[in-house]
């Protein structure tokens, strides 16, 4: 069993309780303290923790005042778990976190999960790489309240072809649309947004590049949603990879 003396940054997966890691579920069953990321998680995976445990919605507190509270946890020796959604390594705004604990003495552990691009494609039913076709993914985000570096404007990521998952975008799908066409990709390039992906409540639509933005907006589709763009959203199935080609001769999975 793992001690206090730490606060364990864990991913909560994209919804779905049963997407929650091994190590995740453990830590919320011998948690005393969790701060979670209000709406954004699931409210079925704080059923896991124990019944002494306290549980803190993190939209009502400041960032001092989690840490604030953390600390006081830890120096307690109470076990302490800081729940973020998704993977806490993409969009989770851990760095700030970790560096406020670390001044104050306080060890975090990261615990990988499930990330809401990762749940996606698995509702989707596509692969992002794409045999014969794009190996690259791009995850990034269209520049809003939170500015994006110019050398990493969505028109010249969307000029690569490789397929690209759009963050924290929703509000934006008009604007990031009309930049990968002027980047180059056809009206008909595939695109899908997909809304609370693993949720009970999940929406999803494929649809194409030109017309993004307008099936959002009919379906009042403003945040929670992420939008996918890229051929992998095709299902070719006259596409091999080598791995499992006959002339292949490593190792096959």
Not at 135 to 157: F, H, N, W, Y
Not at 167 to 176: C, K, P, Q, T
């Amino acid at each position: 069993m793992d001690s206090g003396g730490k606060v364990f940054i864990v991913g909560a997966g994209p919804g779905d309780p049963e997407l929650l890691t091994l190590k995740g579920a453990r830590l919320l069953k011998e948690a005393d303290l969790v701060i979670y990321a209000g709406s954004l998680v699931n409210e079925k995976i704080l059923e896991i923790c124990g019944e002494g445990c306290k549980k803190v919605n993190s939209l009502y507190l400041s960032l001092e005042k989690q840490a604030e509270m953390m600390n006081e946890a830890v120096r307690s020796g109470l076990s302490v778990v800081r729940l973020h959604t998704g993977d806490p390594c993409l969009y989770g705004a851990i760095s700030e976190q970790i560096g406020l604990l670390s001044g104050l003495g306080v060890e975090c552990e990261i615990v990988p999960g499930v990330s809401s691009f990762q749940g996606a494609a698995a509702r989707l039913g596509i692969e992002y790489t794409i045999p014969g076709g794009t190996q690259t993914l791009i995850c990034t985000r269209a520049a809003g309240r939170t500015p994006v570096p110019d050398s990493e404007d969505l028109k010249g990521l969307a000029s690569h072809g490789a397929s690209l998952v759009l963050f924290l975008s929703a509000e934006m799908a008009g604007l990031s649309a009309e930049k990968c066409l002027s980047a180059g990709l056809p009206g008909e390039t595939p695109a899908a947004w997909i809304y609370r992906a693993t949720w009970d409540d999940e929406r999803i639509c494929v649809t194409t590049l030109e017309d993004l933005s307008r099936s959002m907006t009919e379906a009042g589709i403003t945040n929670h949603a992420l939008i996918i763009i890229g051929e992998c959203l095709k299902r070719d199935p006259s596409s091999r990879s080598m791995l499992y080609s006959h002339g292949f001769e490593g190792g096959r999975a």
